[in-house]
C-alpha cells in the first residue's frame, strides 16, 4: 500500500491549528464533497470549482478520504495524500487534470480486496462464471463489470496464492460500489500451507544455519590463532620507526588521531601543502599478496572518481617498512556512532541525514563501488552539518578483481552484517541491508541489532529476528519510513529494492519536496594532493 509519507507535516500544521483553504477541480465541475475526517466522521465541505476549508483536525492522517458526487454521475472516493493538500491552492495539483466524473452509465466498478499476504489472485466463483472470473489481485485497484453482478444479492469471491490454503468470501452484492475496499472489515487472512512455508523459508533456514556453523568454525579458528599468537610490541606504537620512510615519499606525520583493530589513523601534510590529511597505516597482522597489492594500487584510481559531498575522498595508497598505509582527506567533527551516543535525533535531523546517506552510497554504487563495512563509526559529521562516509578505501569494486578481504577473514562488523555476510557475501544488496539498519537507528534511537550482546545473539538476530517496524517503535516516525526501511532490511536480498537507486526514488515519493531540483556541482578534493598515474 502506498503511502503519502509527509503525516508529520500534517501534524506539525495541525498542531499550529492551521485550516487549509483550496479548490477541488473536478470534470465537470459543481460536485459536492464529503471528507472523511481523522475521527471517521463525514464533513460536508463545499462544491468543485469553489473555494473550501479542510479544518485543520482533518489533517492528522496520512490520507483524506474524499468523495465526489454529481447528479448523473456515480459517487467516487479518493483517498488523497495529505502531502497533496496540506499546501493549500488546487487539487489536483497544478500541471494535472481535473478528476474526471464518470457517468452513471458506467459499465464499470472500480474497487480493491485486500488480503494478508498481498498479492492473492481474485475470482468470482458464483454459478454461470465457470471457474471463475479473474479481477486482478489483492493490493491493487480492480474493476468490476456490473453485468457481472446483475440477478445476484451475494457473491462469492475466491482468493488463491501459491503456498496458502485458498479462501473463499462471501460478499453483498450491496458492497460493491465504486472507492469500495472489501473485506470491509479488514484484510482476508491467508493461511500458508506446509509445503509454502519450507519454499520460503526451508531453504534460508539451512543457509542460516550453515552461516552460522560457518561463523562459529570462524570465531574459534581467529580466537585460536589469537591465543597461540606470540605476544609482539605493537607495530605502530612508535611512529618515529616510519617517519624518515613517510618523509621520503612526501608524508609528515603530526600526531595521532585514533587507533582501532585494523589500522592507526595519524593526522599528516602532504610536503608543499598545509592541507590536512589522515594517513591510516594499517596493522602489520593486515597482509596483502602482491596480486592483492597490484589490485588496490589500481583500485585506488576508481576511488578517485568518488568525488561526492558525503562521501571523505581517498588520495593515496603504499606501504611502509612493510605496512601499508592509506591516505584520505582528514574530516573535523564527529562520529554518527558518538553524536547518536549523545541523545536521539529530531525526526527532521534524521530525514536530512538519511537523505544524504542515501545520495552518498547510490552515487558509489552507480561507480560500482561497494563498501561492505556501513556502520556509525564509518560516518562522520561534520562542523556544518554534513554528513561523509569514510572507509571507501577498503570497499572494492563489483566489476574488477580486487581484493575479497585484507586479512583472509570476513571483513565486516556483525551488528550492521546482511545474513548473506557471513558466509563471505559482499555485495550492492548487502550495503543496502547495513544502511537500512542505520536508517532505523536514526530513526528510532536503539539499533535493531544491538552491538553489545554475544557475537552468537548477534548472528542469530541478523540471520532470523525480524525487528518491528520503526513507527511502532516510535509513533513520531513517519509511516512511510516503514516501507522502505523495512524493504531494506530483509533477510532474503530479492526482496530488498532491486538497487539504491529504486530505494532513494522511494524515499523521494515520500518526500517529494527533499528531491533535488538541479544535479549538485561535486566540490573539488580538500586537498592540492594528485594521485600519480
Known amino acids: 500500500m502506498v503511502k503519502s509519507g509527509l503525516l508529520w507535516l500534517a501534524l506539525t500544521a495541525a498542531a499550529l491549528g492551521q485550516d487549509v483553504r483550496i479548490i477541488f477541480h473536478t470534470q465537470p465541475e459543481g460536485a459536492e464533497i464529503r471528507v472523511l475526517s481523522a475521527q471517521q466522521q463525514p464533513k460536508l465541505s463545499g462544491k468543485t470549482g469553489e473555494m473550501v476549508t479542510l479544518q485543520q483536525d482533518w489533517l492528522a492522517q496520512d490520507r483524506m478520504q474524499v468523495s465526489f458526487s454529481k447528479p448523473g454521475f456515480a459517487t467516487q472516493t479518493e483517498f488523497i495524500p495529505t502531502a497533496d493538500l496540506i499546501r493549500g491552492g488546487q487539487w489536483p495539483p497544478s500541471g494535472r487534470p481535473a478528476f474526471a466524473l464518470t457517468s452513471e452509465e458506467s459499465a464499470n466498478l472500480k474497487m480493491r480486496f485486500n488480503s494478508q499476504p498481498q498479492g492473492a489472485s481474485i475470482y468470482l466463483v458464483n454459478s454461470g462464471l465457470g471457474k471463475g472470473h479473474n479481477l486482478g489481485i489483492t493490493g491493487t485497484d480492480v474493476t468490476v463489470d456490473k453485468e457481472l453482478l446483475k440477478g445476484e444479492s451475494t457473491l462469492f469471491v475466491r482468493l488463491e496464492k501459491a503456498g496458502y490454503e485458498p479462501v473463499t468470501?462471501?460478499?453483498?452484492?450491496?458492497?460493491?460500489?465504486?472507492?469500495?475496499?472489501?473485506?470491509?472489515?479488514?484484510?482476508?487472512?491467508?493461511?500458508?500451507?506446509?509445503?509454502?512455508?519450507?519454499?520460503?523459508?526451508?531453504?534460508?533456514?539451512?543457509?542460516?544455519?550453515?552461516?552460522?556453523?560457518?561463523?562459529?568454525?570462524?570465531?574459534?579458528?581467529?580466537?585460536?590463532?589469537?591465543?597461540?599468537?606470540?605476544?609482539?610490541?605493537?607495530?605502530?606504537?612508535?611512529?618515529?620507526?616510519?617517519?624518515?620512510?613517510?618523509?621520503?615519499?612526501?608524508?609528515?606525520?603530526?600526531?595521532?588521531?585514533?587507533?582501532?583493530?585494523?589500522?592507526?589513523?595519524?593526522?599528516?601534510?602532504?610536503?608543499?601543502?598545509?592541507?590536512?590529511?589522515?594517513?591510516?597505516l594499517l596493522h602489520r597482522e593486515v597482509g596483502l599478496d602482491s596480486d592483492a597489492i597490484n589490485r588496490m594500487k589500481r583500485e585506488i584510481k576508481v576511488m578517485r572518481e568518488l568525488q561526492h559531498p558525503t562521501i571523505v575522498p581517498l588520495y593515496d595508497f603504499g606501504d611502509v617498512n612493510g605496512q601499508y598505509f592509506l591516505v584520505m582527506e582528514k574530516v573535523d567533527g564527529q562520529s554518527l556512532k558518538k553524536r547518536l551516543s549523545e541523545g536521539r535525533l529530531s525526526q527532521e535531523e534524521a530525514l536530512r541525514f538519511i537523505h544524504m546517506l542515501l545520495q552518498g552510497v547510490t552515487y558509489a554504487h552507480n561507480k560500482d563501488i561497494v563498501h561492505r563495512d556501513l556502520k556509525p563509526d564509518n560516518v562522520m559529521l561534520r562542523p556544518d552539518g554534513r554528513l561523509q562516509i569514510l572507509d571507501f578505501g577498503i570497499s572494492r569494486s563489483t566489476t574488477a578483481n580486487t581484493f575479497e578481504t585484507m586479512d583472509n577473514s570476513v571483513l565486516g562488523t556483525p551488528a550492521y552484517m546482511a545474513p548473506e555476510r557471513f558466509s563471505g557475501v559482499a555485495n550492492k544488496a548487502s550495503d543496502q541491508y547495513a544502511l537500512g539498519l542505520i536508517f532505523y537507528e536514526l530513526l528510532c534511537g536503539v539499533a535493531p541489532v544491538p552491538n553489545d550482546i554475544d557475537i552468537a545473539q548477534i548472528i542469530t538476530k541478523q540471520l532470523f529476528e525480524v525487528p518491528p517496524e520503526p513507527s511502532t517503535v516510535d509513533a513520531d516516525v513517519p509511516k512511510s519510513m516503514d516501507f522502505l526501511v523495512m524493504t531494506m532490511i530483509a533477510k532474503d536480498p530479492v526482496k530488498r529494492f532491486p538497487s539504491m537507486d529504486a530505494a532513494t526514488e522511494q524515499f523521494y515519493k515520500a518526500f517529494p519536496s527533499m528531491r533535488p531540483t538541479s544535479t549538485p556541482i561535486m566540490p573539488t578534493p580538500n586537498s592540492p594532493y594528485v594521485v600519480p598515474e
Open 169 to 280: 468470501l462471501t460478499v453483498l452484492v450491496g458492497q460493491f460500489a465504486d472507492g469500495a475496499t472489501l473485506p470491509s472489515e479488514g484484510p482476508a487472512r491467508l493461511y500458508q500451507t506446509w509445503g509454502g512455508w519450507f519454499k520460503q523459508w526451508g531453504l534460508m533456514l539451512g543457509g542460516g544455519f550453515a552461516c552460522l556453523a560457518g561463523a562459529a568454525l570462524f570465531l574459534v579458528k581467529r580466537s585460536r590463532k589469537k591465543a597461540w599468537r606470540a605476544p609482539r610490541p605493537d607495530p605502530v606504537g612508535a611512529p618515529n620507526q616510519h617517519e624518515a620512510a613517510l618523509r621520503d615519499q612526501g608524508y609528515e606525520l603530526m600526531g595521532e588521531l585514533g587507533r582501532g583493530g585494523m589500522a592507526v589513523v595519524f593526522e599528516a601534510r602532504r610536503s608543499g601543502s598545509d592541507s590536512p590529511l589522515a594517513l591510516k
